[in-house]
């Protein structure tokens, strides 16, 4: 199981939890994982394609995964995947 990080703007999803194991060999199946489980997170994660949506950036272990292979970068068992929405402001 991967440890993925809840930011507080998803945390009403996750019931308040901080941080959920999710099981998964690649960030693609984490996230795939981690929506089938709290599916309330589909619509701020998960874009028309399927994919992360554009604004959601993704880092395994503090490395930005679009510098890795992206969501099919490999996640281990003691891997922590962080899911940050980018925040607007004015």
Do not use: C, W
């Not at 999710?22 to 795939?32: D, I, Y």
């Not at 619509?43 to 272990?61: K, R």
């Not at 503090?62 to 402001?89: F, K, N, Q, Y």
């Amino acid at each position: 199981m991967s440890l993925v990080r809840i930011p507080p703007t998803l945390r009403t999803a996750t019931g308040g939890e901080k941080r959920v194991e999710v099981a998964g060999t690649t960030v693609r199946e984490v996230v795939s994982a981690l929506v089938v489980a709290y599916p309330g997170l589909e619509a701020q994660l998960i874009g028309q394609d399927g994919d992360l949506n554009p604004f959601v950036n993704a880092f395994l272990n503090d490395t930005d995964i679009r510098h890795l292979e992206g969501l099919d970068t490999p996640v281990g068992d003691r891997d922590t995947l962080s899911l940050l929405p980018a925040m607007a402001g004015g």
